[in-house]
């Protein structure tokens, strides 16, 4: 079999039981259209030291992958980072998200990424982070940690700190006890304080502040609520022993 690639024919393989294989060497093609699907049998696409780019003109369209394996499994994607030297705060994967702007340009406009934090086997640990452009800049507006800790720029400020999950008590009483013991770090923590760029004290965040009462009003009726309910199932158990014993 031959093909034509820029006017010359060459041999391109040999049929053997109905199957080609090519003889050797690199195939350099020009742009062709394909009239069938591709089987690669487990093989890569090297695009050298660019990007492997799939270019559609429908709406919602890109990249689907289909997994018929009959498991309990689904399609998957791997982001791998081989590295020689790996190294803490390594970037392990990536998915960016870019557009245009007003000019137009070409922009990064969002990215959510994996990091390793550490990196010595056996103890190996990572992190996602959650990356927004705040007025032109890049902005980690979200992390997650290995232990599952929270970080979200709350305040707008570039930084993201720890966001507690309070149960439906903790935060009021925790608001409680920092203000009672004039506690300003436990309060900067919680998101109702927050440091003076020139480090002379602190400010208080007032719609958080805000929100945290609101929700201390809501939970000390609900905590009320649930200790009349207790206060009842212990009074039938008195009741109940009391006429067991014959004394009610």
């Not at 700190?161 to 935060?171: C, E, G, N, S, W």
Request: charged share 15%; aromatic share 6%; with cysteine.
């Amino acid at each position: 079999m031959s093909l034509s690639i820029n006017g010359v024919e060459v041999l391109l393989g040999v049929k053997v039981g109905g199957t080609w294989s090519v003889l050797s060497g690199t195939w350099t093609l020009p742009a062709f259209t394909l009239g069938g699907n591709i089987t690669t049998n487990g093989k890569s696409f090297d695009a050298g030291a660019g990007n492997a780019a799939i270019a559609t003109t429908g709406a919602n369209k890109g990249l689907a992958i289909n997994n018929t394996n009959d498991d309990v499994h689904g399609a998957s994607v791997l982001f791998r980072h081989t590295s020689a030297t790996p190294a803490v705060n390594d970037t392990l994967g990536r998915l960016l998200y870019w557009g245009n702007n007003s000019t137009p340009a070409d922009v990064e406009f969002g990215a959510f990424d994996c990091l390793s934090s550490v990196v010595t086997a056996g103890s190996e640990e990572s992190r996602f982070e959650w990356t927004t452009k705040l007025a032109g800049a890049y902005n980690t507006a979200m992390q997650l940690s290995a232990a599952g800790t929270l970080g979200v720029d709350l305040a707008g400020v570039g930084t993201p700190a720890q966001v507690d999950l309070f149960d439906k008590y903790d935060d009021a009483l925790v608001l409680r006890q920092g203000i009672q013991q004039n506690n300003r770090a436990l309060l900067a923590d919680m998101g109702v304080l927050t440091r003076k760029n020139n480090g002379s004290g602190y400010m208080m965040q007032l719609q958080p502040m805000v929100r945290l009462l609101a929700g201390g009003i809501y939970q000390t009726r609900q905590m009320l609520e649930d200790t009349r309910e207790e206060l009842l199932v212990r009074l039938s158990e008195v009741e109940a022993r009391l006429a067991r014993a014959g004394l009610n």
